[in-house]
């Protein structure tokens, strides 16, 4: 197989012969037809993360290795299965989303599903080859589901901000539809999110943005109201709070920074939730007498597992998840791509496509 792969960190791609794997136990092999570049692809090239105050988080510490295929929102078509992985529905020829986040498939949260909470994640494309490649290895049977009825590069895009948002929206529901919901940031995740909830049939969306323009794309994307998020948290958190008509049940904070964090906790009602996505940085204090009586949840959502995938797959299916705008180039283009995207040149999403001639 062809990839184009990180061989040295913050350098160029480069386009590298491997072995074609031979799926052994449960594996699939699949030949990728799409794969999304992804902002945390910028990260992995770079090799680590910038966790501020000079603080960064090597990747290589967390078991990252090179050469790398990167790319974690993939699409493909079934190749081969390994002698374990037959009879459990997967069909040579048929085209599938990869589920990416993948664990060891023997821990108590792998057997649940809950791949995410694995302590020994192997996600696909980050800690094994990924989708910037002509083929790629599937652990298991259950991390593929099946592309039929959703336009393929838009469903590689699920594999990643899709999950993401709709894990952290399943950690806040069942709510009435009514119940406004607090998203912090409009930008790619937040509009996501938009789609998402009016999908399931949510109302009262409330998005909060510094920048006008992306609020008006959250109203213009379905949300109910879009309030202001410049200036000081107290501040903003009164902005929403006028918007809401009081405290909330939930927030969802995409930005995933201290001052967003701040608002995003003062206008919880009692009871409420608090669940961070992004990961801006920064940190969130809080007085430990009021958190318990106001019962107080504040958690984090990371990705998601394959049974959220399967829900937002369904969702997709159904026709009423309204697609993200997605642009397609070759998967020869993977390094110009990267490269534009950390320019910041890209708006919306580039999904690599595999033409076959690659
Ligand atoms: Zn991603
Ligand atoms: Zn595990």
Known sequence: MRAY????????????????????GTEVLLEVTHCGVCHSDIHIWEGKYDLGGGKTLSLADRGVTLPLAMGHEIVGRVVKLGPGAHGKGIVVGGQYVVFPWVGCGACPACLAEEDNYCPKMRAIGVHRHGGYATHVIAPEPRHLISCEGVEPALAATYACSGITVYSAINKVMPLPADEPIVLFGAGG????????????GHRRIVSVDVAEAKRA??????ASEAVDGSGEPDAVAARILAATGGPVAAAIDLVGAGPTAKAGVAILRKGGSYVIVGLYGGELTLPLPTTVMRALVVRGSHVGNPKELRALMDLARAGRLKPI????????????VLTRLRQGRIVGRVVLENSGSF
Do not use: C, F, W, Y
Not at 5 to 24: D, F, H, R, S, Y
Not at 217 to 222: C, I
Not at 325 to 336: G, K, Q, R
């Open 189 to 200: 995740l937040g509009l996501a999110a938009i789609a998402v909830l009016r999908a399931m």
């Open 217 to 222: 794309a959250a109203l213009a994307e379905g």
């Open 5 to 24: 792969a990180v061989i040295e960190n913050g350098k160029p791609l480069q386009e590298i012969t491997l072995p074609t794997p031979e799926p052994e």
């Open 325 to 336: 705008p997605v642009a397609t180039e070759p998967l020869s283009h993977a390094d110009a």
